[in-house]
């Protein structure tokens, strides 16, 4: 078979691989809410499902291979495990306070506020595209958020925030670190959360719909990962951040049809403009790459 369409081939696969890990990670916020349990009950348990399933995903595709992952952290893994867990914990806290459609839009910002930390921390240039994008992104999420100053969901879109910051440091730091043993650090994260989960509430006093769906949140987050992390291979990073930004009208939509919930006027423009410039910074970026 000639390169060229073993090449179109694998980039077919890639792109339905990375559209299918968008669905499962826009159940996200459907799931939450659907859950009667708090938020440490949800960290807790889909944590701990999703962490087991992808490690064992992870040692079942290594099994023939003779190179043995560390198991040892270090200050910096466990410095990314706890990143990252807190900004899993947010993620679960603000879909429980607010709207899904406006933590799934803040959400879509993480890409420039991980540019902007790097700008920051690592005095990395930032493109000018990227600064327009995040200008724009910004100016949205202040409507959203703005919006809901006097209202009950005011504090979920600060805690949707805190999340969006989180994830992007998170990203930074595997940059960075980027001799620790990412998949070793995600699972430590969860069982962080299922540790320190004890001491705020009891995750074994679940019912049994609970239960069902926990688990079913765990296999979802698990699902998605390993979607996502096997289509991006097979597929640029221009591509998969222009195949990525169609979570935010799935969990939206997903919200809709399942909850039935409705968002404020507010919510749907700052959303169109963050969506709006994320998808011509993605599709800037995808046409760069074909030139190149």
Not at 149 to 164: K, P, Q, T
Request: charged share 10%; hydrophobic share 60%.
């Amino acid at each position: 078979m000639p390169d060229h369409e073993t090449d179109t081939k694998n980039q077919i696969y890639g792109i339905g691989l990375v559209l299918a890990s968008t669905v499962a990670f826009s159940l996200s916020g459907v799931l939450t809410k659907a859950i009667e349990g708090d938020t440490w009950t949800v960290a807790c348990w889909r944590g701990l499902f999703g962490a087991i399933l992808i490690a064992a995903y992870v040692l079942w595709k290594n099994r023939n291979d003779p190179a043995t992952t560390p198991l040892r952290l270090g200050w910096r893994g466990w410095l990314l495990a706890s990143v990252g867990g807190l900004a899993s914990l947010a993620f679960i806290a603000s879909f429980k306070m607010t709207y899904v459609a406006n933590v799934a839009i803040i959400y879509a910002t993480v890409p420039f506020a991980a540019a902007f930390l790097e700008w920051v921390l690592l005095r990395q240039k930032v493109r000018r595209r990227t600064i327009i994008a995040a200008a724009i992104s910004v100016a949205g999420v202040l409507v959203m958020v703005g919006a809901g100053v006097g209202s009950v969901n005011l504090l979920g879109d600060f805690v949707a925030v805190l999340m969006m910051l989180g994830n992007a440091l998170y990203l930074v730091l595997i940059r960075v670190f980027s001799k620790t043993p990412v998949v070793l650090a995600g699972a430590a994260s969860a069982f962080q959360l299922f540790v320190v989960g004890w001491f705020f509430t009891d995750p074994l006093d679940v019912s049994l719909h609970d239960g069902i769906l926990l688990i079913l949140f765990g296999l979802s987050f698990a699902i998605a990962v390993i979607l996502w992390t096997e289509g991006t291979k097979l597929i640029t990073a221009a591509e998969s951040g222009l195949l990525g930004s169609a979570e935010v009208p799935l969990a939206i939509f997903m919200a809709w049809i399942f909850l039935a919930e409705e968002p404020p006027l507010a919510s749907f423009i700052g959303g169109v403009m963050v969506l709006c410039a994320v998808v011509w910074h993605a599709v800037r970026d995808y046409r760069q790459a074909k030139l190149s």
